[in-house]
Nanobody
Framework: QVQLVESGGGLVQAGGSLRLSCAAS????????MGWFRQAPGKEREFVAG???????PYYADSVKGRFTISRDAKNTVSLQMNSLKPEDTAVYYC???????????????WGQGTQVTVSS
């Protein structure tokens, strides 16, 4: 079992940067694939970035390639560095963990509570 807690969301201007962190706990954390997803109002939850338990990848959605970076950090954390933010990046961002090698919402069994990211024009 894995427990996840996101932090780092907030309000930024377009072109700015923000770093999200996901604190994970659980003895089997190292065996889980980790991913970041986001959900905007009226939209379905979508994949943003992911990295497998073995370190394969990382993988990114086309909409964030070249701007976002996912990484596994010390202290059992997974981070999402977001640069060159755009208003369309506004959403609730979720950290997720799963025993999977693909990055579909349905394949992840553990989710954080979400953190709001708002990008103003």
């Amino acid at each position: 079992q894995v427990q996840l807690v996101e932090s780092g969301g907030g309000l930024v201007q377009a072109g700015g940067s923000l770093r999200l962190s996901c604190a994970a706990s659980g003895r089997t954390f190292s065996t889980y694939t980790m991913g970041w997803f986001r959900q905007a109002p009226g939209k379905e939850r979508e994949f943003v970035a992911g990295i497998t338990w073995s370190g394969s990848g990382p993988y990114y959605a086309d909409s964030v390639k070249g701007r976002f970076t996912i990484s596994r950090d010390a202290k059992n954390t997974v981070s999402l560095q977001m640069n060159s933010l755009k208003p369309e990046d506004t959403a609730v961002y979720y950290c997720a963990a799963g025993r999977t090698l693909v990055f579909r919402v349905a394949d992840f069994g553990s989710w954080g509570q979400g953190t709001q990211v708002t990008v103003s024009s």
